[in-house]
């Protein structure tokens, strides 16, 4: 029977770079996808969805450019569009699985499945089916989309996010079920290709959790751009229309139900943990209800030599998040040493206009038990902001205010996904608003409202009143 040092189940960004990792620490790896490498992330999610913002945001900005005297009727090719976003996604899964040859990882194709403690087998798509013996594995399988009971994406006219984005063209009308960031983002996406989007949402706001200074420039963006919103609404079933069309069947938390007809139906509601094709009782291993494997601040499982990395590991199912417990596993897992630190964890939506935040909100932080000290910086007082004709938004920060160590921050406005690093490195280093506010940032660029929002927060700032 063949073997490795180190098995990897997925390869999506936790699997891969465990396995890269743990082949740059002279490991034998083998990495096994039942799909090829990228993972959701690669190939149906963060970058497919990211091409097709950048697209679709280009044709909004072009019709929006006569305030600068540029009159432009932009012509949109949407079969060329996605062309254009396929090769994106093939030129970065063909660079991972040369990252992986290079680094002598062996990538294999099939489904992976435990049958003892040390060996999987693993079913190829051409039906043979083979052993592999194992010292330490990393399960790295990632998760899936949601699904609404009655909805299934086996009928025509229901998509989930996956389908959605290998769409041919942009469907005339589209009812989506979730306004969380995977339903706001395709939704952005396909209202400014001119589809007429209605979004349906159980909650009474768009992105739940975030909060809602952050939302409310991005539901105006939305609304702006045609999408209609139907807050309080739970989807219940579907019928099909003589014309070809669907219509959408919501229950209101208040009693009133709604029907919305359109030519298709995206289904958006969140996404679980893949785990249950495993054959985890081969390894005595049990996930959560929900599930999800439980992990240690080393990726360990239950079992030691089991680790378990990236969406499947649980909230918060980002791909950086994946990457750094892919890194710790692939240490751990070949006999080094690392450690999780998670306080400093971004997340951001790529809508328009885009949010991010990491660390403590000023609630969390009273939570926590601190006594925040706030700062904020509106984009319509920065220089580069406005000469960027992007002036919705603000940066804020949270520090404690006997330290003055930044503790998290929320920005909603441009380019905030990119913003979000640098306060990222002040929380996760411990940096106090005194080592940004002193740090000198080049001008004009966004980046001077995260200093700006320090001085506020210190009773400093120059182009903004101190609060
Ligand atoms: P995945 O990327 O899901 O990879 C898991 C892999 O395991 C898959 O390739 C699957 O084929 C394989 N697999 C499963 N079971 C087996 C088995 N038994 N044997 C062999 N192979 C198996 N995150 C962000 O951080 N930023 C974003 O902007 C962002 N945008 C997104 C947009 C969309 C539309 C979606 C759907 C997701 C988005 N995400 C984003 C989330 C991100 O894609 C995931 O968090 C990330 O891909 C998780 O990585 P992973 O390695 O845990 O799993």
Redesign the pocket.
Known sequence: MAMTDVLV???????YSAAIRAAQRDCDVTL????GV????LN???IP??ALLTASNLVTELESASRMGIYAEPFVDVGEMIDWKDDVVDRLTGGVEKLCEANGVTVRE????FTDDHTVEIAATDGTIDELEFETAVI????H?MSVPGFSVNDDPILN??QA?ALEGAPRSLAVVGAGY?GM??STVFAKLGTDVTVVEMEDDVLPGYESDLTRPVKKRAESVGVDFQFGQVAVEWSREGDGTVTLHTEGTDGTDHETTAERILVAIG?EP?SD??GLEAIGLEPTDAGFFETDDRTRTARDHVFA????AGEP????K?VAEGLVAAEVASGGDAALHDAAIPT?V?VDPEIATVGLTEADARDAGHSPVVGEFPFNASGRALTLAETEGFVRVVAGEDTGRLLGAQIVGPEASELIGELGVAVETGLTLEDVAGTVHMHPTLSEAVMEACENALGQAIHTLNR
């Open positions: 189940i997925g390869g999506g960004p936790g699997g096994v996808d039942r799909d990228g993972g959701t992330c149906h999610g963060c969805s990211k099939g489904t992976a499945r790295a399988t990632g998760s989309p996010s996956r984005l995977i983002e395709l996404r893949v094709t495993l990395v990236g969406d499947v199912m980002l791909a950086h994946a951001a790529f």
